[in-house]
């Protein structure tokens, strides 16, 4: 009789079982736990009203005898931080708020009292004439930058095809949404091909609104057709009315650079 | 989940393959950690059991309580073998003495070594898929990163922005493919070294067994 061994092998389905449910597991957690989602510690912003600081404001007293000056109060930023546009002057902070009326302090005006009242008063004289100049300074920048886009769209109707006067009702104006569309072609523009070139020919209503606009010339390379298309949509809404209150049409031509018309 | 769920299909049937992959891997390394375990307890108390006994006969009645043991295998080759040979020599005078003129004992070495080569066969059966997965699983991964990173930037050229905003979220969900092919390859290597060494250890073992058995049936058989 021949010896044998009756051996238990373990069974391999059971293990993948395991192991799925082990992966499944781990998925869970990796889920649950937000492992991929980087936190960041974000400190919080400090600002410093340096509009209302003692040292900087002009007519502060500063006698040796007073007690330190107070830290600078904390004000949102929007009052403080230094924007191109002119703001209104900020309200007067809390921490320079009269006290109450319930205070017995309150019921016979301080020295010190006295000092602070001065001082807040100076402090509102001095953001209202602050403002006053920022006010000055954004209508000056304002009108330069006016004079400055004026003078360029003349200087490009005056340069374009023999056959344009730059007299023309609306010639001014070509060159201006010339203008438009090249700055928006500078950031819109990808293409494959080596020199596409796409013509679009624009209806503009007299309100300046983007009525229609028919590539009639599309380039072989799809992708700078594309971006034409995204070009004009970013544009359409930087076009002003049309002077003389007629509708504008005008054809032109896409470049990789350049825009013609 | 939502940087699986962002990839692309390219990318999407990447991730499927090396978490299958990494599923069966985990499985065989499960299945392998028990069957190699048990074979090194079971052959440690055979062998304290075999030298203990002395006797074929005592061994051969006990033998399935070392089942899992592959010098169990071996030696129950050996012990059938010489049952057999002890059958056929009738002619001699004692039917306890086999006649090593007519290759008794080379009879039991070449039961050994077939026993041997069964048994490496059975404990190495499933390594090759560790072994794979260690060494494809990560360019699988490299694959589905490349082609993500591939398609991330046929968007950025159609979108014509190049902000981090833009290329960020699709390079972070290609390299989701290079982290799962890495998660699914690093255990299949390490699973497939450590087995391999349990390995040389039981083969070194069930070639020394073999060799003492050997000598057993020359000295107690075989006709000088």
Redesign the interface.
């Known amino acids: 009789m021949t010896l044998t061994v009756k051996r238990r092998e373990g069974n391999v389905s059971g293990m993948i079982l395991l192991s799925i449910s082990l992966h499944l597991l781990t998925i869970l957690i990796i889920n649950n736990g937000n492992l991929f989602h980087a936190k960041l510690h974000e400190a919080a912003p400090y600002y410093v009203d340096i509009i209302n600081l003692p040292s900087i404001s002009p007519t502060a007293p500063s006698t040796g005898s007073e007690p330190a000056p107070q830290p600078a109060p904390i004000v949102p930023a929007a009052h403080v931080a230094p924007a191109p546009k002119a703001l209104p002057p900020p309200p007067a902070p809390a921490a320079m708020a009269l006290p109450s009326k319930n205070s017995p302090a309150s019921t016979a005006p301080t020295q010190e009292q006295l000092q602070r009242e001065q001082r807040e008063q100076d402090a509102k004289n001095f953001l209202e004439r602050m403002g006053n100049l920022e006010r000055g300074a954004e209508a000056k920048h304002q009108a330069a930058a006016l004079a400055a886009l004026q003078k360029k769209a003349s200087q490009q109707t005056k340069g374009g095809p023999p056959a344009a006067a730059g007299t023309a009702p609306g010639s001014d104006y070509g060159a201006y949404i010339q203008s438009r569309l090249k700055d928006a072609l500078a950031g819109n523009i990808v293409y494959r091909s080596q020199k596409p070139e796409a013509a679009v020919h624009l209806y503009i209503d007299k309100n300046g609104k983007l009525v229609r606009y028919v590539m009639t010339q599309p380039s072989t390379d799809k992708l700078f057709n594309s971006s034409v298309i995204k070009t004009i949509e970013n544009a359409k809404n930087s076009f002003p009315p049309v002077p003389g209150g007629l509708p504008f049409d005008k054809l032109f031509v896409f470049g990789p650079q350049e825009v013609k018309h | 989940?939502s940087?699986f769920a962002g990839t692309g299909l390219i990318v999407k049937l990447v991730l499927a393959l090396l978490?299958y992959f990494?599923?069966?891997s985990?499985?065989?390394i499960?299945?392998k950690f028990?069957?190699v375990h048990k074979a090194n307890k079971e052959s440690e108390r055979f062998l304290a059991f075999f030298w203990q006994t002395k006797r074929f006969d005592a061994v051969?009645a006990q033998?399935?309580r070392?089942?899992?043991s592959p010098l169990?295998?071996l030696f129950?080759e050996a012990?059938?073998e010489l049952?057999k040979l002890g059958e056929k020599v009738e002619e001699s005078s004692d039917p306890n003495v086999i006649n090593t003129d007519l290759g008794g004992v080379d009879n039991i070495a070449r039961a050994l070594r077939r026993a041997t080569t069964s048994e490496i066969t059975r404990l190495e059966k499933?390594l090759t898929f560790l072994a794979t997965t260690g060494s494809t699983a990560p360019f699988i991964g490299l694959f589905g990163t490349v082609w993500g990173i591939m398609t991330s930037f046929k968007g950025i050229?159609?979108t014509?922005s190049a902000s981090l905003a833009v290329v960020a979220p699709g390079i972070a969900e290609a390299l989701i493919a290079t982290a799962i092919g890495l998660v699914a390859a690093i255990p299949a290597v390490m699973g497939y070294n450590h087995f391999q060494n349990k390995l040389r250890v039981l083969i070194a073992e069930m070639d020394n067994f073999s060799t003492e058995l050997l000598n057993i049936v020359q000295r107690s058989f075989a006709k000088k």
Do not use: R
Request: charged share 10%; hydrophobic share 50%; aromatic share 20%.
């Open positions: 989940m940087l978490i990494s599923v069966v985990w499985a065989i499960f299945y028990i069957q051969s033998i399935d070392f089942a899992n169990s295998i129950t012990y059938n049952k499933y050229g159609e014509g």
